[in-house]
């Protein structure tokens, strides 16, 4: 079974510029995540989907991120314009409850660099 | 909402002795809590859990414990090997679908041979 796939796996753009993420979860996950990890720290949860519906977007800075997962299946991370302090690890997870609950699936992560 | 602690955030230990790391929570809903474990530049990955009906559980040489009084929960690896090396994050959740996790800030677990 293919786990969570994200691209690109490295990113490096100057500042102001706009920066996509991709993430296709495991095939029959109704549930996406959106973290981002600092370096030395634990992950941050961005928004989480269930099925196509964004159910916890809190966390999301809405001024300058978007995030969308058409279909319930394939979901993209945007950032516009970046900023300096938006340098990180963006990290795409999923989970199925049907699979006994709580275990999330990560995918390798995006490594963004903001020059 | 919630807050996860972490400690300690560095711990070095030789080759076949124990390693124990401890995490404490602020939220008393929180049900679910599970380990994961980073290796170096590699996606996080579960290593076990514990739900708040249980005080203990074991694979092998790994174990969780849980003090919902205290609100706090500990990782316990025992014989630990080189391979052992890596980061370990904790985490809660406030449902026993683990949908809602807050993660510690980690420890960097490192195994001398």
């Known amino acids: 079974e293919a786990g969570v796939v994200q691209s690109p796996r490295y990113k490096i753009i100057e500042k102001k510029q706009p920066v996509a993420f991709w993430c296709n979860p495991i095939?029959?996950?109704?549930?996406l995540y959106w973290y981002l990890q600092n370096l030395g720290q634990g992950p941050e949860l961005l928004i989480r989907y269930e099925n196509e519906e964004a159910v916890d977007d809190s966390q999301l800075p809405k001024d300058r991120f978007s995030a969308e997962r058409l279909k319930g299946v394939d979901s993209t991370l945007k950032i516009q314009p970046a900023e300096l302090g938006d340098s990180a690890v963006y990290l795409c997870?999923?989970?199925?409850?049907?699979?006994?609950?709580?275990?999330?699936?990560f995918g390798p992560g995006t490594r963004l660099t903001v020059l | 909402g919630e807050n996860v602690e972490q400690h300690p955030s560095t711990l070095s230990v030789q080759e076949g002795d124990s390693a124990v790391i401890k995490c404490t929570y602020s939220d008393s809903a929180s049900n679910y809590f599970p380990w994961y474990k980073q290796e170096l530049g590699k996606r996080p990955q579960l290593i076990i859990d514990i739900r708040s009906n249980v005080g203990e559980k074991k694979d092998q040489r790994i174990a969780v414990t849980l003090n919902k009084t205290a609100k706090h929960f500990s990782l316990h690896i025992t014989e630990t090997q080189p391979e052992d090396s890596a980061v370990y994050f904790c985490a809660a959740s406030k449902n026993n679908a683990g949908n809602m996790l807050t993660f510690g800030g980690g420890t960097r677990l490192m195994v001398k041979p």
């Open positions: 095939s029959g996950h109704n549930t």
């Open positions: 997870a999923s989970s199925s409850i049907g699979s006994g609950g709580g275990e999330q699936f």
